[in-house]
């Protein structure tokens, strides 16, 4: 996705929220269902543990908006983490579906830390950060709520492992686990049917790959038998399992 001039509409709930990952595997957990009786019982308990209701309320919206939009990912959610998935494996799926539903996220990402990246640099200041979002917004933000924001977005973003260091960040390549791109793959086919495409998809670059990379992984994901990849001159065919996400989550978890 090229860099749009037109001014940008962001939310800016990571200024406070963050990556939220203990508190998302807390959640998990417990959840069963999208039954609103459900949230509230989680708010009324104090299940974070908060200082107060309103934080724990504030944390419930976050969950909401980031992983209860569609019910086939929040089962597929609660299966990993009942079935004890590696932190490593979840942390990163995780970070797919937030910077799915943050198109701050996403783009910060995909627009601003990966070019750095490919050019070789490695350090990322708040005040880089800060000038970005006033260029794509049009300083629709006032400073302070902008930098407060950059700094929730590059704390999120160290906590998900894209970048490290604490008052000084460093974008670092952020490892994908094979089981992790196995789920993600699963969940863009259902979006993108053609392989050759969904290997082309700008979601990848979440994770710094390009397309061969992605294919890449696809033949690592089938030697490990978590999926099956063929290609025959032209032809590519990508399968799974089983049909469901929440059902191949399972199965990933269990193995």
């Known amino acids: 996705m090229s860099t749009s001039q037109k001014i ?17 595997k807390l959640f998990f957990s417990h959840w069963h269902n999208q039954d609103t009786e459900d949230m509230q019982i989680y708010w009324q308990s104090n299940l974070f543990a908060k200082s107060s209701r309103f934080r724990s309320k504030a944390i419930l919206r976050v969950l909401k908006q980031r992983y209860l939009q569609e019910l086939n990912v929040a089962l597929a959610l609660a299966e990993l983490v009942k079935n004890s998935c590696p932190a490593n494996v979840l942390d990163k799926i995780l970070y797919f579906h937030t910077a799915g539903f943050d198109r701050l996220i996403f783009d910060v ?14 350090d990322v200041q708040v005040s880089d950060l800060t000038a970005q979002l006033i260029q794509w917004t049009s300083n629709t933000w006032s400073a302070a709520t902008t930098t407060r924001l950059s700094q929730g977005i590059l704390a999120a ?7 490290t260091g604490k008052s000084r960040k460093q ?12 789920y993600i793959a699963f969940y863009l086919k259902q979006l993108q ?42 032809v590519t065919r990508l399968t799974f399992p089983v049909p469901t996400l929440p059902e191949y989550a399972t199965f990933l978890a269990q193995r």
């Open 8 to 24: 940008r509409n962001y939310s800016t709930t990571m200024k406070h929220s963050g990556a939220l990952l203990a508190d998302t």
């Open 109 to 122: 990402v995909i627009e601003f830390l990966y070019p750095r990246y490919r050019q070789g640099r490695r």
């Open 157 to 163: 973003l160290r906590d998900f492992g894209i970048l």
């Open 171 to 182: 974008i670092i390549f952020p490892y994908l686990p094979v089981y992790a791109f196995a």
């Open 193 to 234: 049917p053609s392989v050759r495409k969904l290997m082309e998809l700008s979601d990848w670059q979440l994770f710094f790959l390009k397309p061969i990379e992605v294919e890449k992984q696809l033949f690592e994901a089938h030697q490990q038998g978590i999926l099956e990849y063929h290609v025959a001159g032209s």
